[in-house]
């Protein structure tokens, strides 16, 4: 086809609107042995496990590459070991030795050995791009990193850390994307000046997943393909295409014909439309994905503790979470989500006009004043900033909402050049340091810094009490006092931060009944494929 997906996408979108109630669409079906999904992929700008940190990217690399340790998918709550078989801690807890499992291949055909693991995580840290601080944290810097992960046998390798962490924290922090783990000869056979790969592995892949990337077309479509030697066996289905289809409307109208098998990005309107639609299933999933506002404290009315403050008592949660977004999210106020361990449920705030007035004008803005809103330019993200531009208006505060794209929001982000913002956050690896680490810990607050993971530090945010509690909470072996750290910790950010935390999402996937198989996690990299048939 000489058109793109957007432009079907599009058209399609049309068509459905224009169509007379009398059509019906024409049943196709996708091929036996091909996933075919429909979502928004739009915000992908890497394919490089060293430096994804987006939700999409993220999931298509939880497919392509295993990890030094892992969460399957046949049970999402045990921690396993990915391309490694067994490991051991020392008494100090300093340092874990790693045995890898026998018999693993890279898609190249290359073996799975203890130098790839070494190299990947080395990699990680002298490249150092934007999700590196899940390891780095760990003391690892480039000058040091070849001397604290290291191999020390056949099929051994091992790390040591520097820094105060529990042990278990560590496992999980190597269960994120960024401990897959790369091909170390196919990766150097493509390294350009020095750059690991760098600009090679952004668009290919070297992993040893159960599939691997054929093709990334950005805005438009991923295509997989199946790893035949995968170590759980060769997937059903031989290849998975994900379509960017950024239009509601036109996913529901192509999953109701059958030339998607998935529809991965519904409006709550498109979900009701499709209840008793024979031959299509909606699933529920609970993620641990959250919507949130932020503000940009290099701006100096943003700067205000009052404001922040102000703006939390300037949300109408419980109206958007009945209307719009009814079904696929839910009123949540702290940056660890519900139904992870530590998580609480406090929700001190609601809509009160006159309670954020009183607050701005002690923070000395008592007739408000302007600021831009970034956003992405999707569902449900527009419609909620336009509910934030309406009731922050009503206090005085003037917004100018600007859409975009995630490949322009992000890297804008990054750079510290909004005014608020209203994103979304998934851990990256289940345990609350994850998000801790990025909404609460800012160890350093200068803008050459670049520490672009934390979000603390995008919004120029820096608490000294908050720091210590963030790394006391870290730090502690007692699980029952390092949980009760993080409820303290969490009410404390709560109440004294940058961060309005609105909602938690409720993922609603419509799928072809026949379609089977399909596992989507708490976390946005807890999405697999390869237990997909069809009957």
């Known amino acids: 086809m000489t058109f793109s997906f957007r432009k079907q996408a599009a058209a399609l979108a049309t068509a459905m609107a224009l169509a007379l109630p009398a059509a019906a669409p024409v049943s196709a079906a996708t091929p036996d042995n091909m996933l075919v999904m429909g979502m928004r992929i739009d915000d992908i700008i890497t394919l490089d496990p060293a430096e994804v940190f987006e939700l999409s990217a993220g999931e298509i690399s939880a497919n392509v590459y295993d990890r030094i340790m892992m969460f399957e998918p046949e049970n999402l709550t045990k921690l396993v070991g990915g391309v490694v078989e067994s490991w051991t801690v020392s008494e100090d807890g300093k340092t874990i030795t790693f045995k890898m499992r026998d018999g693993l291949t890279f898609h190249s055909g290359n073996p799975v050995r203890a130098e790839d693991a070494v190299y990947s995580l080395r990699r990680v840290v002298k490249l150092n791009k934007t999700p590196a601080f899940i390891v780095t944290q760990f003391g690892w810097t480039p000058d040091n990193v070849d001397d604290l992960v290291r191999v020390t046998g056949d099929g051994e390798f091992t790390i040591t850390i ?17 401990a897959s783990v790369v091909d170390e000869k196919l990766v150097e056979s493509h390294a350009v000046d020095g750059d690991m790969g760098y600009g090679w592995l952004k668009n290919h892949s070297a992993g040893s997943g159960a599939f691997s990337i054929q093709s990334w077309k950005a805005n438009e479509s991923v295509t997989l393909v199946a790893n035949p030697n995968y170590r759980h066996g060769k997937p059903a289905m031989d290849r998975v295409i994900i379509r960017h289809l950024p239009e509601p409307a036109a996913q529901r109208l192509l999953l109701e014909q059958g030339d ?13 439309g499709l209840a ?19 503000a940009n404290t290099t701006n100096e009315a943003l700067s205000k503790p009052k404001v922040w403050e102000a703006l939390r008592w300037l949300v109408d949660y419980d109206g958007m979470a009945n209307s719009f977004l009814k079904g696929q999210f839910v009123v949540h106020q702290t940056f660890w989500p519900s139904g992870l361990w530590a998580s609480i449920d406090d929700r001190p705030y609601k809509l009160d006009i006159a309670k954020g007035k009183e607050l701005l004008a002690e923070a000395g803005y008592p007739d408000g004043f302007e600021v831009t809103i970034d956003s992405l330019n999707t569902s449900p993200y527009m419609e909620i900033a336009q509910s934030l531009q309406q009731t922050l208006g009503q206090a005085g505060i003037k917004t100018e909402i600007i859409p975009q794209d995630g490949s322009a929001l992000w890297p804008k982000y990054r750079a510290r050049r909004h005014g608020l913002i209203l994103a979304r956050w998934s851990p990256d690896y289940v345990d609350p340091h994850s ?12 803008l050459e810094a670049k520490l672009t993971g934390v979000l603390a530090w995008r919004n120029a945010w820096k608490d000294d009490e908050i720091n210590a509690l963030t790394v006391a909470a870290r730090t502690e072996i007692d699980l029952e006092k390092r949980a009760q750290l993080y409820a303290e910790l969490q009410r404390k950010h709560q109440t004294n931060s940058p961060f309005v935390i609105m909602f938690q999402q409720n993922e609603q996937v419509a799928r072809r009944a026949n379609v089977q198989g399909f596992v989507s996690g708490s976390n946005f990299d807890l999405v697999f494929y390869r237990n997909v048939t069809k009957q």
């Open 260 to 272: 998607i098998d998935i529809a991965r990005t519904l409006t709550p309107d498109q979900i009701a």
């Open 276 to 294: 008793g639609k024979e031959g299509i299933v909606v699933d529920d999933y609970t993620k641990a994905t959250l919507i949130y506002m932020a």
């Open 162 to 178: 520097t820094e105060d962490f529990s042990p278990g924290l560590v496992l999980n922090a190597l269960s994120a994307g960024i």
């Open 435 to 446: 998000n801790a680490d990025s909404f609460a810990h800012n160890p350093d607050n200068r």
